[in-house]
């Protein structure tokens, strides 16, 4: 089944404590990126990566860090988590930037 | 950059009826329209998408609608069914960037 994993799907950490929510896609895209939903802001992206060591910042990278090793990978890495992080976070991928986005279901974080 | 509004935020109809919602995108060379459907608990999924080289789009019982000089796109839902109770989301490319902007959101409510 074609789809785009992310896990965790809930974390509540810590202020500057590192994590890592992982993303990974089985369709062979090679275009992948992360939003963030807010209530009433819809969903900023925070970083996409057109292909494998390719990444660049969407709106609201700052505080956020992405690597693209292998194709179907694509983690997202908060450093010093701050509480202005607490949001509900996607992963997608597509062929493309101007093509369908697959969407993962979601992962919920709290930092307090 | 590029700001996608979208209006109405909240948008409740009877069964049967049509469903409209609008968005405006600031840059006039935006190539790309996508719109998700986003159901509880879920990430958002592809419904239709439109390219600025064609005015209007249609699948069955939805379409979307763009009118480049004015620089917005709609979606219409006709015969609306309780199972297109969902948050809906519009978005825009940006000329000669990667990225996708998606607006704020509206949340469509069908009563049978």
């Known amino acids: 089944e074609a789809q785009v994993t992310q896990n965790p799907r809930y974390l509540i950490t810590v202020t500057g404590k590192k994590l890592t929510v992982t993303c990974s896609q089985n369709?062979?895209?090679?275009?992948m990126s992360w939003y963030r939903q807010d209530p009433g802001l819809g969903l900023r992206q925070i970083y996409y990566?057109?292909?494998?060591?390719?990444?660049d910042k969407g709106d609201v990278p700052e505080g956020y860090k992405v690597s693209r090793k292998e194709k179907r990978n694509f983690p997202l890495i908060l450093e010093s988590p701050s509480p202005n992080q607490t949001s509900l976070y996607f992963c997608?991928?597509?062929?493309?930037?101007?093509?369908?986005?697959?969407f993962g279901d979601g992962t919920r974080l709290s930092i307090l | 950059g590029e700001n996608v509004e979208q209006h109405p935020s909240t948008l409740s109809v009877q069964e049967g009826d049509s469903a409209v919602i609008k968005c405006t995108y600031s840059d006039s060379a935006s190539n790309y329209f996508p719109w998700y459907k986003q159901e509880l608990g879920k990430g958002p999924q592809l419904i239709i998408d439109?390219?600025?080289?064609?005015g209007e789009k249609k699948d069955q019982r939805i379409a979307v609608t763009l009118n480049k000089t004015a620089k917005h796109f709609s979606l219409h839902i006709t015969e609306t069914q309780p199972e297109d109770s969902a948050v809906y989301f519009c978005a825009a490319s940006p000329y000669n960037t990667d990225k996708l902007i998606f607006g704020t959101g509206t949340r469509l409510q069908v009563f049978p």
């Open positions: 990566s057109m292909n494998v060591e390719v990444t």
């Open positions: 997608a991928s597509s062929f493309g930037s101007e093509q369908p986005q697959h």
């Open positions: 369709m062979n895209h090679e275009y």
């Open positions: 439109i390219r600025s080289n064609v």
